[in-house]
């Protein structure tokens, strides 16, 4: 079969397309036949040696695909050959076949293309896991979404509407800003590009504050009144850097601040704002909490496929690469180009 193959950590230039073994699905496996794949930041961190999560040379990349069930292993259970699955895989996506456990794959929707199907699980997983189990958004609520022009971001601008929130997106370009309002933001914010400085940090928290719906005051009583800050109730961020304190500071009292990525790197910020707001923050990191808490994931695939079929939550696929060219499609997302969701097609 042909693969992409990462045989030494380097930029993304360095993989090659190549013809490898065919592998054999295993006891408990199944045998998947890959259409289409999407690119992931996982992906450009764990070929550029920047993962935490080892892997061994030669890896194929490639964290998420979707295609048709070949073969099953034995002992499997729960799947027919024919299938039309999505995969969620440590490695291998970037292939023409790949040999996958059966509790990491599941049967997509008949109304869901092959390539959507690629493109879902990891954004929309990881999304619910933010705003529904750990920020509980709840209808009526505000949020903010950093980075909404990335996949991820314009999931999390769907889901927060179908939750009944008030979202603003906010993002480098007006072109991310027109997919997130074709994905139905409620107001949009441009940010500038690059490292802030002090003063840039400052104006940015400004400018989201402005952005955030007015809040009304709260009377306790006859005798005391409590003014309720302006701010977000969730701030919903994949992108880290200087931008994280300026979003922090936009939180209002008791909001939750979601750390989901860090595309603009590691972000250092001052835990005062979450003091005096009575705020939270959350780390987001959906793959433990599928390992720990399994029965989790197939109540939460329920409402994300109900949502996709209801129209109110689908990836927004902007670019679409021949395997040939995968590692340009890797390179789009490390140089922070990439706008909605990138996938690398087998056909």
């Avoid at 441009?190 to 940090?201: E, H, S, T, V």
């Avoid at 994280?244 to 750390?259: K, V």
């Amino acid at each position: 079969m042909r693969a992409l193959v990462c045989r030494e950590f380097g930029p993304p230039e360095t993989l090659k397309v190549e013809i490898v073994a065919d592998p054999v699905a295993g006891p408990g496996q199944v045998l998947v036949a890959i259409e289409a794949a999407c690119v992931n930041f996982t992906d450009v961190l764990s070929t550029g040696g920047r993962s935490q999560l080892a892997r061994d040379f030669p890896m194929i990349p490639g964290v998420e695909a979707a295609g048709t069930v070949l073969a099953l292993g034995e002992g499997t259970t729960g799947f027919a050959l024919g299938d039309r699955v999505l995969c969620q895989l440590m490695c291998g996506g970037f292939a023409e076949l790949v040999a996958v456990d059966s509790d990491a794959v599941a049967r997509i929707p008949n109304a869901m293309t092959m390539d959507d199907a690629a493109a879902f699980y990891i954004a929309a997983f990881t999304t619910w896991h933010a705003l529904v189990t750990r920020a509980r958004l709840t209808e009526g609520e505000s949020l903010l979404v950093l980075g909404a022009g990335g996949g991820a971001g314009l999931a999390a601008v769907q889901m927060g509407r179908a939750l009944g929130a008030r979202v603003v997106a906010a993002a480098s370009s007006e072109s991310k800003l027109a997919l997130a309002r074709d994905a139905g933001a409620d107001a949009t914010l441009l940010y500038a590009r690059g490292q802030l400085d002090l003063a840039a940090q400052k104006g940015l928290a400004l400018q989201l504050l402005e952005s955030a719906a007015s809040r009304r005051r709260v009377t306790i009583g006859t005798i005391n009144a409590v003014r309720d800050a302006a701010g977000f109730d969730v701030i919903y961020d994949g992108v880290g850097g200087s931008y994280a304190e300026p979003a922090i500071r936009a939180l209002a009292w008791e909001g939750r601040y979601l750390s989901v990525g860090f595309a603009a790197g590691m972000p250092k910020v001052a835990l005062g704002p979450l003091l005096f707001k009575n705020a939270s923050l959350y780390g987001i990191q959906p793959s433990e909490p599928e390992l720990r808490l399994p029965g989790r994931t197939p109540a939460a695939l329920r409402q994300l496929f109900a949502w996709y079929e209801q129209g109110l939550l689908h990836p927004i696929i902007t670019e679409r690469y021949d395997l040939a060219q995968a590692g340009a499609a890797l390179r789009r997302l490390l140089d922070r180009e990439a706008e909605g969701r990138i996938i690398v097609t087998m056909r």
